[in-house]
């Protein structure tokens, strides 16, 4: 189980070096039908104040952005959704353009009807989070006003 943690931390890290060293033009992209997609997520660190960012997962739900806090399936939460319970205010970058968001873990309807759609996207998802030994948190990501329009 730890190896399968440092290997998607590992993924993950080289998917973000993709991305920087490609000026962005690689690295993020839309969700499908059944498929997520990915963005780059921009918080405020809780202890420093400063700017960090990280390459997450997500799907839409209308206009807001959902993903999941996880690290890696390993236990613990990430320290970008700290960092969002600290300071909820965040920014996205997406394929086709930036947002400014507000973040908050799902309600409890909110979760039960978000979860299914994270299966129909990965047929091991349960069986991942079931490595962890507290639930993995289902992340919404709302627009801010005037932060930008959602894509159609």
């Known amino acids: 189980m730890a190896s399968a943690a440092w290997f998607i931390r590992l993924a993950w890290s080289v998917h973000r070096g993709l991305y920087r060293v490609t000026g962005s033009r690689v690295g993020l992209w ?18 420093t104040g400063e700017q ?4 997450i997962a997500y799907f839409e739900d209308g206009p807001n952005l959902v993903g999941v806090a996880m690290n ?12 969002l319970q600290a300071h909820p ?18 309600t409890d309807d909110e979760r039960s009807r978000l979860w299914p759609r994270w299966r ?11 490595r962890r030994s507290s639930e ?17």
Do not use: M
């Open 30 to 47: 839309r969700p499908r039908e059944h498929r997520w997609g990915t963005l780059l997520l921009t918080t405020t660190g809780r202890r």
């Open 52 to 55: 960090r960012s990280v390459i």
């Open 72 to 83: 890696g399936w390993g236990e613990g939460a990430p320290a970008w959704w700290l960092n």
């Open 89 to 106: 205010d965040a920014s996205v970058d997406l394929a086709d353009g930036r947002r400014l968001v507000r973040g908050r873990a799902a």
């Open 120 to 130: 129909e996207a990965d047929k091991n998802f349960d069986a991942h989070a079931a």
């Open 136 to 152: 993995t948190t289902v992340v919404v990501l709302e627009p801010r006003p005037g932060g930008g329009s959602p894509t159609p």
